[in-house]
């Protein structure tokens, strides 16, 4: 009974886990497959302001400079230089900002990205996303969300105006918006349809080639981001700050931008491990009073033993290879479990998300479970190995 006592506790903690770390997978995978790790882009601009004369109190009320769209000084020197950083996975610098898509008399606001689809490829695979079309960008073919799509009434192969409503400087009360839109324009061929899964994103963003952005943007030559993925994302923070110390640029990490889902995270984390440690104790207290119930039934047996010549030290390893036996029994009964629950739910669970089982946490698992066994074992096994052999023969 105890040994299906642990094996109950086994699978209940492999189940939990596994679940846990599916879902917490399945977040992650969601959230970044459509996010660059860190983004790096130019320090905001400030105020200039000047320093109060001697013997002067200067009061100053604020307010932000608004930031205009520009590029990152010497950024081909920057991307080398990030190349050769062996904590960044992908480096892609883009060129990004504002502008209008018309198809008719309709007019949606987007965000051109212009990009090495080589290079951005390694930070968010598009390949994986396109639900329609060819993944190419150039010779004025572009990619568009499937719920921009939607609103245009566009499919692959239809043509598209792109406007960024630059007036290259001409600044004439008679500017409108329509003599905006028609200065710095495009006409395009959708290449290409992507659902990304974020409606906001499948919305408004517009792929195109780098050089016909930055020519759109007014941004010749120039970007305004550059995009990095690394190895473990639970240290983008920190290499966010490391970078942007080598750089000079302002640098921001995917943690940054979605601290709610790390403390989600963060909570289903500590939940899972309550658990686990429960259902631990549990067991222990299990395997404990099964032990300590043994000793008491068998002091008579104990105190022959002792006086046949067996040693404390052999009494207390006896106690302690029960307890171990209980866990690892019980472990290998409550491993099988998990993969019938597991494989139970992959078939006919919600099917949002798999549960992955791997053998390092069936591994760790049993190695809890074997020495939770051991350690339950050790006070019933020190009283067995100090039971005096004349006072146990005469236990009755």
């Known amino acids: 009974m105890i040994t299906l006592g642990v094996a109950i506790g086994v699978a209940v903690i492999i ?173 395009v061929n959708i290449a290409g349809i992507f659902e990304l899964g974020v409606r906001e994103l499948d919305a408004r963003y517009v792929y195109l080639d780098l050089k016909q952005a930055q020519s759109l943007l007014g941004l010749p030559g120039g970007i305004t981001v550059i995009d990095l993925t690394v190895e473990d994302i639970f240290e983008a923070e920190k290499i966010a700050a490391q970078v942007g110390r080598l750089t000079s640029l302002q640098a921001e990490s995917w943690i940054k931008t979605n601290a709610q889902l790390l403390n989600g995270l963060t909570a289903q984390s500590l939940s899972s491990n309550m658990i686990v440690g429960f259902v631990a104790i549990s067991v222990a207290f299990g395997i404990a009073s099964v032990l300590s119930v043994s000793v008491v039934q068998r002091t008579r047996e104990i105190g022959i033993l002792r006086a046949m010549g067996a040693t404390r030290q052999q009494i207390l390893r006896i106690f302690l290879f029960q307890g171990a036996v209980f866990g690892l029994l019980g472990s290998i009964v409550g491993s099988g479990v998990s993969y019938v629950l597991v494989w139970s739910f992959n078939t006919f669970g919600p099917n949002i998300f798999t549960i992955p089982i791997s053998i390092n946490l069936i591994l760790v698992t049993m190695s809890l479970a074997t020495l939770t066994g051991v350690i339950a074992a050790a006070i019933p096994a020190r009283r067995a190995a100090a039971l005096d052999p004349v006072v146990a023969i005469r236990y009755v």
């Open 15 to 187: 189940f939990i886990t596994a679940l846990i770390q599916g879902l917490q997978t399945n977040l992650i995978d969601s959230t970044l497959g459509s996010q660059a790790h860190i983004r790096l882009v130019s320090p905001d601009e400030v105020n200039l302001i000047a320093p109060p004369a001697d013997d002067t109190l200067q009061l100053i009320q604020e307010d932000k400079r608004p930031q205009r769209l520009r590029s990152i000084n010497n950024w081909q020197q920057i991307t080398d230089t990030l190349d050769q950083q062996p904590l960044l996975k992908a480096v892609s610098p883009n060129v990004s900002g504002p502008g209008f898509v018309r198809r008719g008399e309709a007019l949606e606001s987007v965000i051109l990205v212009g990009t090495d689809l080589e290079r951005y490829q390694q930070i968010i695979p598009l390949n994986e996303y396109l639900i329609s079309g060819e993944l190419r960008v150039g010779a004025d073919n572009v990619l568009i969300g499937s719920e921009l799509a939607k609103s245009l009434g566009v499919e692959v192969g239809s043509k598209l105006r792109l406007d960024t409503g630059q007036d290259d400087g001409d600044s004439s009360p008679s500017n409108n918006l329509s003599n905006k839109l028609s200065s710095n324009s495009a006409v």
